[in-house]
């Protein structure tokens, strides 16, 4: 994984008072957050920059924007961009959307659960008009369905050139650490397979409102032309990387347990055939050792 580092905190603006309420700016809006849907309004307008800059938008991008809220992306992403598609769960956000997004020709609101959006069928009619040879996924997601969602992104084949996500500090930095490092985890692995991973921008948890409990970091994740490593089973290699760090404090020769239908002298052997020793853990392993544990276990 190429892990870039393009930049640090933004440039804070006071956007709070000393209780801790928003102060009033042209990005807060009137609609309550929700905490059912995890909702915090991102309100730093440093940090909406350091988003739209690190997106890699342009004049040709198709833009698919995941829970545009209040629209603090929407628009500076439709200044840059060839078309936006904003994509909003929230029924009480759509009216103010489609107000604010008005004067803009090339915003369409979608009232949707991205989860459950055809975003192949999406994009290719989208891509059929116009002059966009681009597509870009971006938002702010919502912490508690963090991983679904990249994970739907990645492993849905979208004709997309890159995501760039706002999330959980704790999560992004277990995705964008690098395979084989001590941070390293299951989800660390199942990125890398798809994408290049790049940060963008810490974020101070004071740059929401309301101010949420933990701080934020925005990735931007650079989907690969070819995979990481090459498989006959993608399925599998993840049944593997899943059953090493279902017992991370445990060997490889333990956790590999929860794997169905092998047993203990069974991996062992396997480990042994891959060229890895069996008192080893999960996060120390290279995405290519995974995959070499892999086709030994499909072997065996």
Do not use: W
Not at 14 to 39: E, W
Not at 156 to 167: C, E, Y
């Amino acid at each position: 994984m190429s892990l870039k580092k393009q930049s640090g905190k933004a440039k804070k603006e006071k956007t709070f008072d000393k209780s801790g309420r928003a102060k009033t700016n042209r990005l807060s809006g009137s609609i309550k957050p929700q905490k059912s849907l995890g909702q915090n309004f991102l309100v730093d307008e440093g940090v909406v920059e350091a988003i739209i800059e690190g997106s890699n938008v342009n004049q040709n991008s198709l833009v698919i924007e995941i829970g545009p809220g209040t629209g603090v992306l929407t628009c500076p992403l439709a200044d840059r961009a060839g078309k936006v598609i904003a994509i909003e769960l929230d029924e009480r956000m759509i009216s103010p959307l489609r107000v604010k997004t008005f004067s803009y020709g090339n915003v369409s609101i979608i009232h949707e659960d991205i989860l459950k959006v055809d975003l192949n069928k999406l994009i290719e009619e989208e891509l059929q008009v116009g002059n966009l040879n681009n597509v870009r996924v971006v938002g702010n997601l919502p912490y508690y369905i963090t991983t679904p969602i990249i994970m739907k992104l990645l492993e849905s084949n979208l004709n997309v050139d890159s995501i760039t996500a706002m999330m959980q500090k704790e999560v992004g930095d277990r995705i964008a650490a690098e395979p084989g490092t001590k941070l390293a985890g299951a989800i660390t692995y199942s990125v890398n397979y798809y994408a290049e991973v790049t940060k963008v921008i810490d974020v101070e948890r004071e740059s929401f409102f309301p101010i949420p409990k933990v701080d934020s970091v925005v990735l931007r994740m650079d989907l690969r032309k070819g995979k990481a490593v090459h498989v006959t089973d993608e399925t599998f290699l993840f049944k593997c990387i899943k059953a090493g760090f279902s017992q991370r404090r445990k060997t490889l020769l333990n956790s590999l347990t929860a794997l169905e239908n092998y047993k203990k002298n069974e991996i062992e052997k396997a480990l042994t055939l891959a060229g890895i020793e069996k008192n080893r853990r999960a996060e120390s392993l290279s995405m290519e050792e995974f995959a070499s544990l892999a086709k030994v276990l499909q072997e065996e």
